[in-house]
T-cell receptor, first 114, second 108 residues
Framework: SQTIHQWPATLVQPVGSPLSLECTVE??????LYWYRQAAGRGLQLLFY??????ISSEVPQNLSASRPQDRQFILSSKKLLLSDSGFYLC?????????????FGNGTRLTVT | QKEVEQDPGPLSVPEGAIVSLNCTYS??????FMWYRQYSRKGPELLMY????GNKEDGRFTAQVDKSSKYISLFIRDSQPSDSATYLC????????FGQGTRLTINP
């Protein structure tokens, strides 16, 4: 069966510090990968998605970037965090071979920028 | 008009009650319909996935889709305290669109 791992679960970082959140998927090959941010009362916001190694699409301009160095690894980064980067970050995957397949989420990272 | 409308609640019901959660949508191109359950401080978990009008049942959960009215519902029978969570509807065509989520509490 497929599993998705996301870490760390919680993170407190000062303004201006760098960020690296990692997500890995097991049990499937060539998945679509996604980074979402969830803010209270604002629902799920798609940040980045990837259909393959090195292929990243950005949905919104922001202080964050994403990379996919391996087929089942997705990384969310920032060089300098802003207070507004605080939130709940979720990684997700879907089966690329199945059109309109549902997303499966990790358990998220709660980021607090102080 | 928003693409997806979902009552944010909160909704509080006694244990054993039948719960009805609803979403409306405006995009006729949506072909696939999903419900996710999200416990506090966890990621959303896929509950139901369907692409046709009508009902789909899975244990105590029933997903209902009415494409003509652009309306989907999730029914929970014999609700349990463990059903307390936020429920998100989601719609798919070429991309996935989520509702805002309804926070549900089942009181013992």
């Amino acid at each position: 069966s497929q599993t998705i791992h996301q870490w760390p679960a919680t993170l407190v970082q000062p303004v201006g510090s760098p960020l690296s959140l990692e997500c890995t998927v097991e049990g499937t090959s060539n998945p679509n990968l996604y980074w979402y941010r969830q803010a209270a009362g604002r629902g799920l916001q798609l940040l980045f998605y990837s259909v393959g190694i090195g292929q990243i699409s950005s949905e919104v301009p922001q202080n964050l970037s994403a990379s996919r160095p391996q087929d089942r690894q997705f990384i969310l980064s920032s060089k300098k965090l802003l207070l507004s980067d605080s939130g709940f970050y979720l990684c997700a995957w879907s089966a690329q071979a199945v059109p309109n397949s549902p997303l499966h989420f990790g358990n998220g990272t709660r980021l607090t920028v102080t | 008009q928003k693409e997806v409308e979902q009552d944010p609640g909160p909704l509080s019901v006694p244990e054993g009650a039948i719960v009805s959660l609803n979403c409306t949508y405006s995009n006729s191109a949506f072909q696939y319909f999903m419900w996710y359950r999200q416990y506090s401080r966890k990621g959303p978990e896929l509950l139901m996935y369907t692409y046709s009008s009508g009902n789909k049942e899975d244990g105590r959960f029933t997903a209902q889709v009415d494409k003509s009215s652009k309306y989907i519902s999730l029914f929970i029978r014999d609700s349990q305290p463990s059903d307390s969570a936020t429920y998100l509807c989601a719609f798919s065509t070429q991309k996935l669109v989520f509702g805002q989520g309804t926070r549900l509490t089942i009181n013992p």
